[in-house]
């Protein structure tokens, strides 16, 4: 499968609490046109997501934290290649946002996000799309 783009905006949002401690998220979601998952995890909120879009799939991640400047370690990876790697700090709303395009998204998908804080353990979600 090919990668055509791959966009990493970081836009602004609104800050909102977890809990604390590591947490593994699955959702499968493979015949719909979007799909999600939600959870919490050391003190944040986030959002794994997936959407057909113009003949290919894009993927977004969401990161709502306790406070801005925090820096995390993301990784997001689609059907077990690394699309998205390193840290990205929480903006002044306590937010990191990822997109990736896949293009030709025939097939299943499978993707997973790996998000440390600089101080804490890694918390996963996996999307089924």
């Known amino acids: 499968m090919k990668i055509n783009r791959i966009a990493v905006p970081i836009i602004a949002g609104v800050a909102v609490f977890g809990i604390a401690g590591g947490a593994k998220a699955i959702s499968d979601n493979r015949d719909a046109a979007e799909s999600e998952t939600r959870g919490t995890c050391a003190m944040t ?11 290919g799939l894009e993927a977004s ?17 689609h059907n077990g290649k690394t699309l998205i790697a390193g840290d990205r700090v929480t903006d ?11 293009g030709k998204a025939d097939g ?8 440390t804080p600089a101080d804490g353990e890694t918390c996963t979600a996996t999307l089924k799309h």
């Not at 991640?61 to 990876?77: D, I, Y």
């Open 61 to 77: 991640f969401e990161l709502e934290s306790a406070a801005p400047g925090e820096t995390w370690n993301v990784v997001l990876k």
């Open 108 to 115: 299943d998908h499978e993707f997973t996000v790996a998000f």
């Open 92 to 102: 002044e709303d306590a937010e990191v946002d990822l997109d990736a395009f896949i």
């Open 45 to 55: 909120s986030y959002e794994l997501s997936a959407e057909r879009e113009d003949g």
